[in-house]
């Protein structure tokens, strides 16, 4: 993967966590909404800021390392 590709997955689960949390505090959403945003959006931020950490900075991909 890119790490433009990564940023921009890294960025959209941050603005859905984001975004379910500030709704969450104007009581615009019930809580169980909010969890289940939250619990899907965080391991996705979590694989792609560890994604974001080992991609280059260039045009070159992850090369597969194997099993």
């Not at 169980?32 to 974001?52: D, N, Q, R, S, Y």
Request: hydrophobic share 65%; proline share 6%; aromatic share 12%.
């Amino acid at each position: 993967m890119k790490r433009t590709t990564i940023t921009c997955g890294l960025a959209a689960s941050a603005i859905v966590i984001a975004i379910a949390w500030g709704l969450l505090a104007a009581s615009l959403i019930p809580l169980w909404a909010a969890e289940t945003a939250i619990v899907v959006a965080f391991p996705v931020l979590v694989l792609f800021l560890g994604l974001w950490w080992r991609a280059p900075g260039g045009e070159e991909d992850i090369p597969f390392i194997g099993y």
